[in-house]
């Protein structure tokens, strides 16, 4: 695409931008925009409130020229052919800063300066996928909601800002809140997994970690909720597929992440690609604005995802690229991003009358506007110093701080006769299998800047870990998705020759992420004979699954003592894997979404609706399978510990509770085992009769408690009615009089209940 020859000039006379915006200072008598006046908002509306930005802003439109300001609407990513000549006239808003094969840091410097070769000299932003960290890489994002941690999410999420903006990235596109139920899509890896309230914490504590308090500091980026909204319930689970919702399900499941994350002051939204009942996102005016605009009060930037505005064309909804910008920009699409038919398109059909430059005005204004509030016109290399990147790349606390983070997300699903953890004192142990001793896939998918050999395995966490006379053999056995038994016998003769077979199995990163959705969910390839081979050796084995997405593991559940999930835990994950193999470390995390015994049973999870014909085992008219039960291998929530707890009756400050009382819940709950530990304590409610089938029970609170060995804390949750509000016939969050249950426990499968009555008002 070439670029558009300049328009006519609406304004005589260039001034360099940083001189002019001090010129308007100094005649508005207004401050500099460090020092911000307070102004009363929408509560999700944290950016694009400031009057002296907004003042700034307009100034600088009053400057450009049409196509200058379609230029800023478009990113182009750094293989387009023309893309420098672009930045130095002006008109391209930003570019890719996340290229693996690139000094990010000297490249976005060189960039800055051809922008500021260009008429106003707008600098330029860089952005691009940073998920779960930048150079050091923290465990993928469905690994940090199994902590059930936000503080965690937030703490990671701040480290990848340190590291992406070292290197010049000012935007990344994340995070991912979409609600997922569905293991077979392979974004799931991508997300807080499948309960709205778990997931709302996780989405506001992303966008806190990457915006911290003030896009002004030098460390924060801005962020980008993706993608709005239903992508995560594509048909089939497979990846770009149609979405067909009803009203209830997207407003009670996946509409409170995005809300959560507007609230928190999300500088960005990105729709999804998918057609959402018969309508594209990227032209459904019904989301973008009356939803996102109007109802969750989102004024920032909505970016489209790549290439989504020309791929209107093979939606059927557009017969050529300028259609679809039409289509996109009056839904409310401000950015395309890669495709460049913006500015290709957007000069033309504004002279044509399609679209109203207002409406491409509107669409600079929050561009500049957030390039004002990254500090970029007052310094346009303040992400692009050398020195940043020396002192915030992969230093030993980011390292330290991503290891600590990768075993709070490892959840122990069976510890049979409490085979873990393992003594580092033993004679002999084999590591087998293909993601004992691979550095890539311990990094999982979209992992920015990571590198492989920054990567500690599997392996040589557990050789880190043992004594000096303990010998550690390894055999590979198998591949990720091979039919070959050739590597059995190797890896039979060393589970033989050890006291215990350690056994790292489970997805490559080619398996689950962007465009890799699986229609099974078994371990891939042979690896589930090479265990069974092993097993028949005799010798205890535990089962390390390295993986993106549940998987359906019934026989190793029923055949091997341990298995430890640790999803894909990033730079440190080995180490981090050992820790809680051998004990330094007792595994706390929980499961942020349900494990299925089959993917027949998919999609399942906790919070369903009663039917009709509730499970009953002796009649068959009621709703079952006949091949296996209904319920799941391992439930939401769900996640054990080398310790015990013991919880106490439910205890509830009332048994009648008015219509503006609060209700306290509280538990008691004991360490019964000899070691120090974390349970996740978790309230959940369940109201008997309302106006809508009310689901058997959603999940309201929950609590990570740390004791000592006997030791007893009382936990209390407080309940209001706003807490017990359900989405009524009318479609309105009300709470509604009635008997309620209250349940308490460590997982959404293992609850003690007590009941309450709400009063009328």
């Known amino acids: 695409m070439k670029p558009n020859k300049p328009g006519k000039r609406r304004k005589t006379g260039v001034r360099a931008i940083t001189a002019f915006a001090v010129v308007i200072l100094a005649m508005s008598g207004c401050q500099p925009s460090g020092k911000k006046k307070s102004t009363a908002a929408h509560p999700g509306s944290r950016y694009f409130t400031d009057p002296v930005i907004a003042h700034k802003v307009d100034s600088v439109l009053s400057l450009m020229t049409l196509e200058e300001k379609a230029g800023q ?15 130095k006239e002006g008109k391209l808003g930003g570019t890719n800063g996340v290229l693996p094969d690139r000094n990010v840091a000297r490249y976005t410097r060189q960039m800055q300066k051809l922008a500021m070769q260009s008429h106003l000299k707008i600098p330029l932003l860089f ?3 940073v998920i779960h960290g ?12 199994a902590s059930w941690d936000p503080g965690l999410v937030r703490k990671a999420d701040s480290i990848s800002a340190v590291e992406a903006t070292a290197s010049g990235v000012s935007w990344t596109f994340n995070p991912m809140i979409d609600i997922a139920r569905d293991p077979r899509w392979g974004r799931i890896v991508e997300g807080a997994g499948e309960d709205p309230y778990l997931g709302s914490l996780m989405a506001a504590a992303a966008v806190r970690g990457y915006q911290g308090e003030s896009l002004a500091s030098p460390h924060t980026m801005m962020a980008t909720a993706k993608h709005f909204v239903g992508y995560g319930a594509v048909q089939a689970g497979r990846d770009y597929n149609t979405v067909n919702m009803p009203e209830r399900e997207l407003r009670e499941v996946y509409l409170p992440p995005f809300k ?3 609230k928190a002051g999300i500088g960005a939204v990105m729709p999804a690609f998918v057609a959402f009942n018969g309508v594209p996102v990227t032209a459904n005016r019904f989301l973008l604005h009356d939803i996102l605009r109007k109802e969750l009060g989102f004024n920032g930037i909505v970016v489209s995802d790549y290439d989504a505005v020309p791929e209107l064309e093979e939606h059927g909804v557009a ?3 300028a259609q679809a910008d039409v289509l996109a920009m009056k839904a409310g699409v401000d950015i395309d991003l890669h495709s460049g038919s913006y500015l290709q398109n957007l000069p033309k059909l504004v002279k044509e009358g399609k679209i109203p430059e207002s409406v491409v005005d509107d669409a600079v204004r929050k561009v500049l506007t957030m390039k004002f509030e990254l500090g970029l016109f007052d310094n346009p290399f303040r992400y692009s110093d050398s020195t940043l990147v020396v002192n915030y790349i992969l230093p030993a606390g980011h390292r330290e701080a991503a290891r600590k983070a990768a075993r709070e997300t490892f959840v122990l699903l069976k510890n049979e006769k409490n085979i873990l953890p393992l003594g580092k004192k033993l004679h002999s142990i084999a590591v087998i299998g293909p993601a004992a001793d691979n550095q890539l896939n311990l990094l999982g998918p979209v992992h920015a800047l990571a590198r492989t050999e920054d990567v500690v395995t599997v392996l040589q966490g557990i050789k880190n870990a043992v004594s000096p006379w303990t010998k550690v053999s390894y055999a590979e056995g198998t591949g990720y998705d091979m039919d070959s038994e050739s590597g059995f016998p190797e890896a039979v003769r060393a589970a033989r020759n050890a006291d215990v077979a350690v056994m790292v199995l489970g997805e490559n990163n080619g398996m689950c992420g962007e465009g890799d959705s699986r229609a099974s969910l078994q371990l891939p390839g042979n690896q589930l004979d090479l265990v069974k081979a092993v097993v028949k050796t005799g010798k205890p084995v535990v089962a390390v699954l390295v993986n993106g997405r549940p998987l359906a593991v019934n026989w190793l559940n029923n055949h091997v003592p341990g298995i430890l999930e640790t999803w894909f835990p990033g730079t440190e994950g080995g180490n981090a894997i050992a820790d809680v193999l051998f004990g330094d470390y007792n595994p706390s995390g929980k499961l942020p979404v349900t494990f299925p015994r089959s993917v027949g049973q998919v999609t399942i999870f906790y919070s369903h609706l009663n039917t009709g014909r509730t499970f009953d085992p002796d009649n068959k008219y009621t709703t079952r399978y006949v091949d296996m039960p209904n ?3 391992y439930p939401f929530g769900y996640g054990l510990s080398y310790t015990a707890f013991s919880i106490s009756p439910v205890k509830l400050s009332m048994q009648n509770m008015s219509w503006n009382d609060t209700l306290n819940v509280s538990v008691s709950v004991v360490n019964t085992g000899k070691r120090a530990g974390t349970e996740v304590l978790q309230l959940y409610t369940h109201q008997q009769v ?14 990570r408690v740390r004791l000592a060995p006997g030791e007893v804390k009382e936990i209390t949750f407080p309940l209001t009615r706003k807490d017990l509000a359900i989405l009524n016939q009318d479609i309105q969050w009300k709470a509604e009089p009635g008997t309620f249950d209250v349940m308490v426990g460590s997982s959404s499968g293992m609850t003690i209940s007590a009941g309450f009555t709400l009063n009328k008002p």
């Open 319 to 321: 017969a050529s690229s």
């Open 260 to 262: 959560a994350a507007v």
């Open 134 to 145: 930048f150079q050091t890489a923290f465990p993928v994002p469905l690994a940090l909601a």
């Open 127 to 129: 952005m691009g996928d």
């Open 73 to 87: 609407l478009c990113i182009m990513g750094a293989g387009h052919p023309h893309l420098e000549q672009l930045v």
């Open 631 to 633: 319920t799941p291998l």
């Open 690 to 703: 309302a106006s809508v089938s009310p689901p058997v029970k959603k999940l309201r609170a929950f609590r």
